[in-house]
């Protein structure tokens, strides 16, 4: 098994989880009932892009009030806040790491719902929560999360679809459009080109993509090494704007909605200013390198196709600087932290 045949498995493993993952969530959403008004979750690296992506999911389409939990203040400073109304989810790839277990701990201590989003249903977390939804996505054997990710994702969206009491018809769509991102990987050539020189790069995406954009930025890290960062393109403007100089890589999620005229007239600004842009998105008239934002999907669903694109444009790009992409270097699959 490698990264490069785990991100084209993911077709068929959202598909396999789309299969049986309504039911799973109906119930799960049974089982907590309506004793609490917000949720707070608790997560790291990849997965805390997920919980970011069910900030803005569950915020939207649910209107619930959600918030990440400051795993510190539950392991090493051992100064809990109150969780009083609170849903508490866990969102872990592994289930182990110890201060997101202490989080549920505490949530349970205090008498809260708590819920696991893991890849492993025998794990500390899932057999600590009242409610787990695993992942099905199948081992994982990369360091680089991949499918994991995306599952996470799809598990956020069947939650809301849940909630919500209505199937979407659009959730159907996921699997296809994941595969006709990955018929297209040969069209981050030229983007991964214009990176192979550089050793910095900006990452910006907004609303549902803001998540896109921090695990984008995370992947280029672990796995080229490029010291990226991501930013809201909104926090962007608020003076992180005077990084932009001739040459800086400014990479961007753009789909269709609300938010794409703003990101557009900033993209041609930094255009202007010389950065070297490349922008996932469907809109064709935008400055830079274009990667196909395909499928068809509304915005709240983008974010899986569209970091399927940027896992693409990671891989290429390993491989240009002569990296080992199923390898990266100081890094293990499971990371514990306290």
Request: hydrophobic fraction near 45%; aromatic fraction near 6%.
């Amino acid at each position: 098994m490698s990264l490069w045949s785990e991100i084209h498995e993911q077709p068929e493993v959202l598909a396999n989880l789309l299969a049986a993952g309504r039911s799973k969530a109906a119930s799960a959403v049974l089982a907590l009932g309506h004793d609490w008004s917000h949720i707070v979750i608790a997560a790291r690296g990849t997965s805390d892009n997920a919980a970011r992506y069910a900030s803005y999911v569950w915020g939207s389409r649910n209107k619930f009030t959600v918030g990440l939990a400051t795993p510190s203040l539950y392991g090493p400073y051992r100064t809990p806040p109150k969780l009083d109304d609170a849903l508490v989810v866990g969102i872990s790839q592994s289930g182990q790491s110890p201060d997101l277990v202490e989080v549920l701990k505490e949530a349970k201590r205090q008498g809260r719902p708590t819920m696991a989003i893991t890849n492993h249903g025998d794990s500390p977390m899932a057999e600590l929560a009242d409610v787990t939804m695993t992942l099905e996505a199948g081992e994982e054997f990369a360091v680089a999360a991949t499918k994991t990710y995306t599952t996470q994702l799809l598990v956020v969206a069947l939650l809301s679809e849940a909630w919500s009491g209505a199937e979407d018809p659009d959730l159907d769509r996921v699997p296809t459009a994941v595969q006709e991102t990955l018929d297209r990987a040969g069209e981050v050539e030229p983007a991964a080109k214009a990176l192979v020189a550089a050793e910095r790069a900006v990452v910006l995406g907004r609303g549902f993509n803001l998540a896109t954009a921090f695990e984008w930025a995370l992947k280029l890290q672990e796995l080229t090494y490029l010291l990226a960062h991501p930013f809201s393109t909104a926090d962007f403007r608020h003076g992180p704007l005077a990084l932009v100089e001739s040459g800086l890589p400014v990479l961007a999620i753009c789909p269709q909605g609300p938010l794409l005229h703003e990101q557009r007239e900033l993209l041609v600004e930094v255009s202007g200013k010389g950065a070297e842009v490349i922008v996932i998105s469907s809109e064709k008239d935008l400055p830079g390198h274009r990667l196909p934002l395909v499928g068809g999907l509304p915005e709240w669903l983008s974010p899986l196709p569209a970091i399927v694109m940027g896992q693409l444009l990671c891989h290429r790009e390993t491989e240009l600087r002569s990296l080992d992409p199923d390898h990266p270097r100081g890094l293990k699959k499971v990371t514990l932290t306290q």
